[in-house]
T-cell receptor, first 115, second 111 residues
């Protein structure tokens, strides 16, 4: 089954404790992206990657890191989480070959709470 | 001004009704437009892309008005299962890799 998986699905942590949210897709997609969703603000892009070893900042990259060492995986790293990073996080992937007309497939989301 | 703006709703309609949502975007150079559907606390899923000539998929019709910089979604014969939040998505002008999501319009279809 074609899918994007994220782990963990739910996480409660404390300020300053490094964490990683994993994202994996089995569709051989070149493009992957991380978003956060907050009430009234919609989804905002954190980072994206157009292929292995190619990443770029989205609109809200501060406090986050990513890496793309393999095509299927795109982990999101919070080196020192803070309460303002409490949010619902989505990973997405896409072929992205035709001016953005390809479908983005989203993972099920990770609900993160930073105390 | 937000890059993509939507009326948050909720739109509360009876089954069988026709409902329309609009979404405005700020940059006239944007080229890619989509409607996504998001059920409560779930991941967004593509409902339909929006093409210049307009397009239809069953009960759903999407239109693009470049002159006024808005896209619309029309849902005919609403079903209970159409209850969801509908997200307007536009690519950031000059970058097909960056998508801007509206904050969504919530639809409630009642029996």
């Amino acid at each position: 089954e074609a899918q994007v998986t994220q782990n963990p699905r739910y996480l409660i942590t404390v300020t300053g404790k490094k964490l990683t949210v994993t994202c994996s897709q089995n569709m051989n997609h070149e493009y992957m992206s991380w978003y956060r969703q907050d009430p009234g603000l919609g989804l905002r892009q954190i980072y994206y990657s157009m292929n292995v070893e190619v990443t770029d900042k989205g609109d809200v990259p501060e406090g986050y890191k990513v890496s793309r060492k393999e095509k299927r995986n795109f982990p999101l790293i919070l080196e020192s989480p803070s309460p303002n990073q409490t949010s619902l996080y989505f990973c997405a992937s896409s072929l992205w070959r035709d001016l953005g007309t390809d479908t983005q497939y989203f993972g099920p989301g990770t609900r993160l709470t930073v105390l | 001004r937000k890059e993509v703006e939507q009326d948050p709703g909720p739109f509360n309609v009876p089954e069988g009704a026709t409902v329309a949502f609009n979404c405005t975007y700020s940059n006239s150079a944007s080229q890619s437009f989509f409607w996504y559907r998001q059920d409560c606390r779930k991941e967004p899923k593509l409902l339909m892309s929006v093409y210049s000539s307009g397009n239809e998929d069953g009960r759903f019709t999407a239109q693009l008005n470049r002159a006024s910089q808005y896209i619309s979604l029309l849902i005919r014969d609403s079903k209970l299962s159409d209850s969801a939040t509908y997200l307007c998505v536009v690519n950031r002008a000059g970058s097909s890799y960056k998508l801007i999501f509206g904050s969504g319009t919530r639809l409630l279809v009642r029996p």
